[in-house]
């Protein structure tokens, strides 16, 4: 199963370096949570591995390639990024068929992908009507839908109800088990602490932790006071 | 996962893969409103110009009478509102993805950009060629219509009537792939949209009544021409009916087009598509 790579990675833009020489990897069969605070750099460090944004800097490999090199990378990557990338007049059907041609996955992956992410009966409902938590369940039924062996989310919990952010654990766990490679970003640091196996910490750019959650709260104090310490002591 | 685990699919060769994007953006094309509502929208303009002008024909200030060739012609050729919205159609293939922001789903299947950029200019100018297509059968029906209710002959033989349909289908599949290639360039949809028809009816008509000799080398006009539209014939304002001048033949006016795609293509290719996508 592929493991995630980045190594040296900068990112500037004009004046200003999002991202500074930063290094982690994820390894197969866990979920990791990548986690600073607004501006850290995260988001900007996943378009930087997904190859939507140009490294000034560094490498960013899935599986020791760059996402541009993977073959298929549909099948490789699932990505959630932005709950609101959809185009409204589709349904969320068309948008799963588009997906599921480009993946050259079969067809019948739409439906499964639907009922998976409980939208089985919105699948001929318009997306420019869908709340945001619907948004995101389509995300994540996207990023599955060619059986990807890694899984990189940004927010992906943004927007969803209590009962979706308890799906939501259940499907990376289970993603996980089977072997997956999971990458996620999100502030929600108490969701986090229960779902993840290891975390990157990063601001400012830059690394400001890594390991897996139990070492890291060994001391007995939480992920979130460990997550405030680290970045208060990387902020001096 | 037990659920989600299916075989995954081989690597497929390099050309399939590009064979696979270009049907991906035809059913892009395909399940977007805009597409059936801008081809709605050239169909109605073309029979309400066409309409108009026909009622009009024969009269001191309309075209030539309907049972004249020069009559007939201009209003069977007279479906550029198809080909105007070709272009309209693929600046919002192109731009659409930044205005929507579903470019980042649309690299993250196909990481190289300038394929997706070959594939959408494939895909716009088979959707501009249905635009344009669709404009010469509802101009040829309009016409076509006025004549038989005059009682006139039909002065037009059917070879003219051939040639001016693949013309009108080369024109539409191009002038969309140039669309398709403007909104690489010009990323902000309302902005290139304006543009469309600001070049086409505003600054071709005046440049082409102003400088004769240009007006056969414009995009617009030369598209036009290949449908069968007599220089100045697609005119708008004070260009219109200035017929003073030679066309481009079928094949230098095709190759003109085809070049501007490919320049802009190549100039996208190398500058905008390359910025990342925030």
Same mark, same amino acid.
């Given at each position: 199963?592929?493991?995630?790579?980045?190594? +040296?990675?900068?990112?500037?833009?004009?004046?200003?370096?999002?991202?500074?020489?930063?290094?982690?990897?994820?390894?197969?069969?866990?979920?990791?949570?990548?986690? +600073?605070?607004?501006?850290?750099?995260?988001?900007?460090?996943?378009?930087?591995?997904?190859?939507?944004?140009?490294?000034?800097?560094?490498?960013?490999?899935?599986?020791?390639?760059?996402?541009?090199?993977?073959?298929?990378?549909?099948?490789?990557?699932?990505?959630?990024?932005?709950?609101?990338?959809?185009?409204?007049?589709?349904?969320?059907?068309?948008?799963?068929?588009?997906?599921?041609?480009?993946?050259?996955?079969?067809?019948?992956?739409?439906?499964?992908?639907?009922?998976?992410?409980?939208?089985?009966?919105? +699948?001929?409902?318009?997306?420019?009507?869908?709340?945001?938590?619907?948004?995101?369940?389509?995300?994540?039924?996207?990023?599955?839908?060619?059986?990807?062996?890694?899984?990189?989310?940004?927010?992906?919990?943004?927007?969803?109800?209590?009962?979706?952010? *308890?799906?939501?654990?259940?499907?990376? *766990?289970?993603?996980?088990?089977?072997?997956?490679?999971?990458?996620?970003?999100?502030?929600?640091?108490?969701?986090?602490?229960?779902?993840?196996?290891?975390?990157?910490?990063?601001?400012?750019?830059?690394?400001?932790?890594?390991?897996?959650?139990?070492?890291?709260?060994?001391?007995?104090?939480?992920?979130?006071?460990?997550?405030?310490?680290?970045?208060?002591?990387?902020?001096? | 996962?037990?659920?989600?685990?299916?075989?995954?699919?081989?690597?497929?060769?390099?050309?399939?893969?590009? #064979?696979?994007?270009?049907?991906?953006?035809?059913?892009?094309?395909?399940?977007?409103?805009?597409?059936?509502?801008?081809?709605?929208?050239?169909?109605?303009?073309?029979?309400?110009?066409?309409?108009?002008?026909?009622?009009?024909?024969?009269?001191?200030?309309?075209?030539?009478?309907?049972?004249?060739?020069?009559?007939?012609?201009?209003?069977? #050729?007279?479906?550029?509102?198809?080909?105007?919205?070709?272009?309209?159609?693929?600046?919002?293939?192109?731009?659409?993805?930044?205005?929507?922001?579903?470019?980042?789903?649309?690299?993250?299947?196909?990481?190289?950009?300038?394929?997706?950029?070959?594939?959408?200019?494939?895909?716009?100018?088979?959707?501009?060629?249905?635009?344009?297509?669709?404009?010469?059968?509802?101009?040829?029906?309009?016409?076509?219509?006025?004549?038989?209710?005059?009682?006139?002959?039909?002065?037009?033989?059917?070879?003219?009537?051939?040639?001016?349909?693949?013309?009108?289908?080369?024109?539409?599949?191009?002038?969309?792939?140039?669309?398709?290639?403007?909104?690489?360039?010009?990323?902000?949809?309302?902005?290139?949209?304006?543009?469309?028809?600001?070049?086409?009816?505003?600054?071709?008509?005046?440049?082409?009544?102003?400088?004769?000799?240009?007006?056969?080398?414009?995009?617009?006009?030369?598209?036009?021409?290949?449908?069968? #539209?007599?220089?100045?014939?697609?005119?708008?304002?004070?260009?219109?009916?200035?017929?003073?001048?030679?066309?481009?033949?079928?094949?230098?006016?095709?190759?003109?087009?085809?070049?501007?795609?490919?320049?802009?293509?190549?100039?996208?290719?190398?500058?905008?598509?390359?910025?990342?996508?925030?």
């Amino acid at each position: 199963m592929a493991t995630i790579q980045v190594r +040296g990675l900068v990112k500037r833009f004009g004046a200003v370096t999002a991202v500074d020489g930063l290094s982690f990897n994820v390894q197969p069969g866990t979920v990791t949570g990548f986690l +600073g605070p607004n501006g850290a750099g995260k988001t900007t460090t996943l378009r930087m591995l997904l190859g939507l944004v140009a490294p000034s800097a560094g490498t960013a490999e899935i599986d020791g390639r760059a996402y541009r090199d993977l073959p298929e990378p549909l099948h490789a990557v699932g990505a959630v990024l932005e709950a609101a990338s959809f185009y409204p007049g589709r349904t969320a059907r068309a948008h799963l068929r588009i997906q599921a041609l480009a993946a050259e996955a079969d067809p019948s992956r739409v439906d499964d992908v639907l009922e998976l992410v409980g939208l089985a009966d919105a +699948g001929d409902r318009r997306i420019g009507g869908f709340s945001l938590g619907m948004r995101q369940r389509l995300g994540l039924a996207t990023a599955v839908i060619a059986d990807p062996e890694v899984l990189i989310l940004d927010e992906p919990a943004n927007g969803l109800d209590p009962e979706g952010v *308890r799906w939501l654990r259940g499907l990376l *766990r289970g993603f996980a088990a089977e072997g997956g490679t999971v990458l996620v970003s999100s502030h929600l640091l108490a969701e986090v602490a229960q779902t993840v196996d290891a975390v990157v910490i990063i601001d400012h750019g830059r690394l400001v932790a890594q390991g897996p959650v139990a070492e890291l709260t060994a001391s007995g104090a939480g992920l979130e006071d460990v997550f405030f310490q680290l970045t208060q002591e990387a902020s001096r | 996962m037990t659920a989600l685990a299916i075989p995954v699919a081989p690597s497929s060769p390099r050309h399939l893969r590009f #064979t696979r994007l270009v049907r991906v953006e035809m059913l892009k094309l395909a399940s977007t409103r805009m597409t059936y509502g801008l081809l709605a929208t050239s169909l109605g303009l073309t029979v309400f110009w066409n309409a108009l002008e026909s009622s009009q024909a024969g009269k001191a200030n309309g075209p030539a009478p309907l049972n004249t060739y020069s009559g007939l012609r201009t209003i069977v #050729t007279g479906g550029v509102w198809g080909l105007i919205l070709a272009a309209v159609l693929g600046v919002i293939i192109s731009s659409g993805e930044f205005r929507h922001q579903t470019a980042t789903a649309t690299y993250l299947g196909a990481p190289h950009r300038g394929r997706v950029l070959a594939a959408k200019t494939i895909a716009g100018a088979a959707g501009g060629a249905v635009f344009g297509l669709g404009g010469y059968a509802v101009a040829c029906a309009v016409g076509l219509s006025f004549t038989a209710a005059h009682g006139y002959r039909i002065a037009i033989g059917g070879g003219a009537f051939f040639d001016w349909g693949a013309g009108h289908l080369v024109g539409g599949a191009l002038l969309c792939a140039i669309g398709v290639v403007v909104g690489s360039l010009v990323r902000s949809q309302f902005a290139a949209v304006i543009g469309v028809f600001v070049w086409s009816i505003i600054l071709e008509s005046l440049v082409g009544s102003l400088f004769k000799p240009v007006r056969p080398y414009l995009p617009y006009t030369a598209a036009t021409t290949l449908a069968g #539209t007599p220089l100045g014939g697609s005119s708008f304002g004070p260009g219109r009916g200035v017929t003073s001048g030679v066309p481009l033949p079928f094949a230098a006016a095709t190759a003109l087009l085809v070049a501007i795609t490919l320049v802009g293509a190549l100039i996208a290719a190398r500058t905008t598509v390359r910025r990342d996508i925030t």
